[in-house]
């Protein structure tokens, strides 16, 4: 991966992450301030209902206090016939007396009116043995086997006995006796005139739906829930219409629902039980999951019942129709893809401004002359600056390396060169017998051995410093116009000597008048090494052809002989330096492997090709060609 | 013939002072470019063979200085180049009136051939 696009990625990510970190904490801190207005919400409906249900509540208590204050009650307490108790006939009916029953009458026509201002069930009033004495529609009294097992009657009763006159006791729901429904009881002293004793207490009773009115809710879901664990009343349940089966004693859960109706979670039971030890009136709000969604509920113990009203609403419901919010959310995610479409750009201007000295050092590397390294030219403020320095350094040594290497092989071969010359000399002096005097038959054989073996050395230093050039590309070419004709001509002569030993025949085939720009040494350095390798490898009596032709632009060259031919395999490895096809045929020529490669080195300076074509045991033709126009690339190369 | 070696490399004058005197010539030679001018200035040659590559003072500096004194017509010359020099370059020497030239390293066959077309010119 290129380093830009490795930058843009990793940029890229980071400002996403940052800029979606940034817009969730963002979203989340506005969602919150909306969760927490919309709780206070919640809570002001909580308190809003539960002042519904106080004044509910109030109103009743300030009635019955009101009611209790009717003189005919302590009229009705104080008669001898009440104080001595009541007396039941066989049927267990009461027998009221005359007076007994002129006071109840009156009492009752007062209550019947008094209830019809007021939504109560029943009322009556209950001496201090526990006998309701005045109810209008009671049919039966209430013995105690039906109250459920936990509340007897003296539950109800000893409290309702223990208010003071003007203040009310709240009972625990039931269903009521005579109406069959569910209801709760209101209960407050009646104080006779005379001693100011609580000779019995006023009681009424409401029914149960009148708080299920209370808390309609259209969001969320209400309840409250008694000590108990009921749910008294729930916005989410009907019970109005449900009536108790039986009296005061029909199991609660037979029409309560159960708290866990809302949530059976562990973390809603603890939340529960904190509603549970609140101060009265005290409010507060929790949160819980339901279904996989987060549900809010707000809660308060009510001042007067040991009950809590509470209000839940899931989070979705919560934030509906905040389109506030919505629009947040909207204005997020532009504001974080403008951020990182931002960001892209910085990066893609910053990674350039990274990778463009990279590419100018790259392209600079790829442009070197392996032959003329050339220095970068670059300067920046970074760690690229330190690479360029060491990538100078570098092309500095090997640049000293090269001319040393230059140096050492110039100087070598010229000091291998200097003794051949009288080495050489020497010979050609032991030879004359002008000078030396005569030499005998194996001293002229030692001597030509010496000779030998130094023309050797010779053309070995000779093809090693051409091919040092070639190399180092530092070969020049003399260029003038020669006649081929005729340097074929004087070539096919010169080289005739070297047929004879093997009686060799050798013909020249090139066309009259051609004529081309070419540096004649090197030409003729070419042909000599490959009629020389020509004649290495033809039989004896065998037959090399030299000539040339003129193709158009170019001059075509051959050397063709009936030698052994090259292997195809070989071929290809030809042209390569110290690449000798026999080793130990070549040895008597005296090759250095780099006959060829000169040759291609030279051709390729002349911007011509070269190339063999051969078969076994038939022959090898070797063929080269050089452009008319050489001269001319040589000189726009140079 | 009054011959004057002008070579930086001892063997070579070695071998032509057993070689020319061996053959009848009256050889002498120095191993630097500026005594050679000296003694072509001072005795009369009738033929210098001058090394081209010498350090300092090479064979084209006695050339130049013989060319300034106007003394390069008289004086016949075999100049000893490098089997390197371009013909171009070799062209341009001989052009200013050198008789000839051989490339090292040096045949004494030719030599000796050379020689004795100049004694017999």
């Given amino acids: 991966m290129k380093i830009n696009v490795k930058l843009i990625v990793l ?10 970190t940034l817009g969730f904490l963002a979203f989340n801190t506005v969602e919150a301030s909306v969760i927490d207005s919309e709780l206070l919400d919640m809570q002001n409906i909580v308190h809003d209902k539960s002042n519904q249900i106080e004044t509910l509540h109030s109103r009743a208590s300030e009635d019955i206090v009101f009611a209790a204050q009717n003189p005919k009650f302590s009229d009705y307490f104080d008669l001898s016939d009440t104080k001595s108790g009541n007396i039941y006939n066989d049927d267990g009916v009461i027998q009221f007396t005359s007076e007994q029953r002129k006071l109840k009458s009156d009492l009752e026509d007062w209550i019947y009116h008094f209830q019809n201002k007021f939504t109560v069930d029943e009322t009556c009033y209950i001496d201090r ?68 004793q609580k000779s019995g207490f006023y009681h ?39 009536p108790g089966s039986g009296y005061m004693g029909q199991p609660h859960e037979e029409y309560f629902p159960s708290i866990d109706s809302i949530s059976d979670s562990e973390d809603f039971a603890g939340i529960v039980s904190g509603m549970n030890s609140l101060e009265k009136g005290q409010s507060k ?94 300067v920046t403020d970074d760690e690229i600056n330190d690479v360029t320095k060491a990538l100078n350094n570098m092309i500095k040594q090997v640049n000293e390396i090269g001319q040393m290497k230059e140096e050492f092989s110039s100087m070598v071969t010229h000091e291998l060169k200097t003794p051949l010359t009288p080495i050489l000399g020497w010979c050609q002096t032991l030879k004359n017998p002008k000078i030396m005097g005569e030499l005998s038959e ?13 023309k050797r050395l010779q053309q070995l230093i000779g093809d ?34 070297l047929m004879d030993a093997k009686e060799i025949k050798y013909i020249n085939d090139t066309e009259p ?110 063929y080269f060609t050089i452009p008319k126009d050489s001269i001319r690339n040589n000189t726009e190369k140079n | 013939m009054k011959i004057l070696g002008i070579d930086d490399t001892f063997a070579v004058n070695e071998l032509l002072d057993t070689v020319l005197n061996g053959s009848g010539h009256d050889f002498m030679y120095v191993n630097n470019g500026k ?10 040659f009738d033929l210098v063979l001058l090394d081209l590559a010498m350090p300092e003072f090479t064979g084209l500096d006695v050339i130049k200085s013989l060319e300034n004194k106007g003394l390069l017509e008289k004086q016949k010359i075999i100049l000893f180049t490098a089997s390197a020099l371009s013909d171009n370059k070799l062209n341009e020497i001989l052009n200013k009136g050198i008789h000839s030239y051989i490339r090292k390293p040096i045949d004494i066959d030719v030599l000796l051939q050379k020689i004795d077309e100049l004694e017999n010119h």
């Fill in chain 1, 129 to 196: 043995t526990g006998q309701q004495q005045g109810a209008l529609i009671l049919k039966a009294p209430v013995p105690d086997e039906h109250l459920s097992s936990t509340k007897k009657s003296e539950d109800y009763f000893e409290p309702s006995f223990e208010k003071d006159p003007g203040e009310s006791y709240v009972q625990y729901p039931y269903v009521s006796p005579a109406t069959k429904r569910w209801v709760f009881a209101y209960t407050t002293p009646i104080v006779t005139s005379s001693d100011g």
């Fill in chain 2, 35 to 44: 005594d050679g001018l000296l003694l072509i200035e001072t005795k009369k």
């Fill in chain 1, 442 to 454: 194996k001293q002229r054989n030692a001597i030509e051995k010496i000779q030998t073996n130094a």
């Fill in chain 1, 11 to 20: 940029f890229s990510a980071i400002m996403v992450a940052v800029t979606a």
């Fill in chain 1, 464 to 497: 090693i410093l051409d091919a040092e050039k070639l190399d180092m590309q530092k070969m020049k070419f003399d260029f003038q116009e020669i006649n081929v004709t005729d340097f074929m001509n004087y070539l096919h002569k010169n080289l005739q000597r």
């Fill in chain 1, 204 to 242: 009424f009773e409401m029914p149960i739906y009148v708080f299920q009115d209370v808390i309609k809710s259209d969001v969320g879901r209400m309840f409250v829930i008694d000590p108990e664990g009921f749910l008294i009343a729930d916005s989410n349940y009907n019970y109005s219409n449900k």
């Fill in chain 1, 285 to 378: 709000w929790a949160t819980y999951d339901k279904n996989g969604e987060k549900y809010f509920v707000a809660y308060k113990k009510l001042p007067t019942f040991n009950w809590i009203i509470g209000y839940e609403v899931p989070r979705s419901q919560l934030l509906a129709g905040e389109n506030d919010l919505f629009a947040l959310q909207i204005n997020l995610i532009l504001l974080t893809s403008l951020m990182s479409a931002g960001g892209l750009v910085a990066i893609i201007m910053v990674s350039s401004r990274i990778t463009h000295p990279i590419k100018i050092l790259a392209d600079s590397c790829k442009k070197q002359d392996v032959h003329n390294l050339k220095e970068i030219d670059l």
């Fill in chain 1, 513 to 622: 008048n051609l004529k081309l720009i070419t540096d004649k040494n090197r030409l003729e350095q070419v042909l000599t090494n490959l009629v020389l390798n020509a004649v290495d490898f033809v039989p004896n009596k065998g037959l090399i052809n030299i000539g040339a032709q003129d193709k158009g632009d170019s001059v075509l060259f051959f050397v063709k002989d009936n030698g052994v031919g090259i292997d195809k395999d070989k071929i290809s490895n030809l042209f390569s330096k110290f690449y000798q096809v026999e080793t130990s045929m070549t040895r008597s020529h005296g090759g250095t492997g780099l006959g060829l490669a000169i040759c291609k080195g030279i051709i390729d300076g002349f911007h011509g090709k070269i190339w063999v074509e051969s078969i076994v045991n038939k022959g090898s033709t070797f």
